[in-house]
């Protein structure tokens, strides 16, 4: 089953972000720790940070748990995740402030050419998440009207996006959001996610030239959601755990 606003502009516009070859830069060069207890967010920052100073390229990530919080994509930038590695959220919400607001574990705004790749995981340690963030409400380090709670994927302006074969488990909070976004291709992904019902799986809002095609979504809330104002949308082959088609 597919679904249409319009479909001029998808191709041409899928084409020209990912032309250019990258080149690797390995995790672990940067200081990353694969044991899955060594917080590596400044370590994962700095190598994002330091290839696209370069011009951009891939930070490759090969088999091992690598525990973060909050990272910072950029342009030009693409996470590879081989199979075997995962990308594992910190427990700690504090892990994922930023000017006293919590981010997704992997967010970007007013980007270009970006990604995630390979047949890795992005685990989002959902569970363990929001017992800490009850925990710190019940203390009174957070109040109950908290603010909203991490999600996996937050991209906000930014244009030439791919999400390619990635694995997407237990979010704490919704699982992908894209803002503003234009040229999406999202394709070969599984999102499982059912810790709380503000497990959304895919939410779009005012995006052009999206493609989702060949993927599974199984949440507890919504798989897909449109906020309305999106053009260019092509939704196929992308059904839910009961093989209902999510759009």
Not at 76 to 93: D, F, I, M, P, Q
Not at 123 to 133: K, M, P, V
Not at 138 to 163: N, Y
Request: glycine share 12%; with cysteine; net charge neutral.
């Amino acid at each position: 089953m597919k679904r249409f606003f319009t479909t001029f502009g998808l191709l041409l516009g899928f084409c020209s972000p990912f032309l250019a070859i990258s080149k690797d830069y390995q995790a672990s060069l940067f200081g990353i720790k694969s044991n899955g207890s060594t917080l590596n967010t400044k370590a994962i920052q700095k190598a994002i940070d330091y290839i696209h100073d370069q011009g951009g390229g891939r930070l490759v990530f090969y088999v091992g748990r690598y525990l973060t919080g909050s990272i910072q994509l950029k342009s030009n930038v693409t996470l590879k995740l081989h199979e075997g590695a995962v990308l594992v959220g910190a427990t700690s919400v504090y892990d994922y402030m930023a000017n006293g607001q919590p981010q997704a574990l992997i967010h970007a705004e007013g980007q270009e050419n970006i990604g995630i790749s390979g047949l890795g995981v992005i685990e989002g340690n959902g569970r363990y998440l929001l017992d800490a963030i009850h925990d710190q409400q019940e203390k009174g380090f957070l109040t109950k009207e908290s603010p909203t709670i991490p999600g996996l994927l937050d991209f906000r302006q930014c244009k030439g996006i791919q999400v390619d074969s990635v694995n997407f488990w237990g979010a704490a909070g919704k699982v992908q959001v894209y803002s503003a976004c234009k040229q999406v291709r999202i394709t070969r992904i599984a999102v499982i996610s059912k810790i709380s019902t503000g497990n959304t799986g895919l939410i779009f809002s005012n995006c052009s030239a999206v493609s989702l095609t060949d993927s599974y979504v199984e949440t507890s809330g919504k798989p897909f959601l449109d906020e309305g104002n999106n053009v260019d949308m092509e939704v196929k082959h992308t059904s839910d755990a009961k093989g209902i088609p999510i759009f």
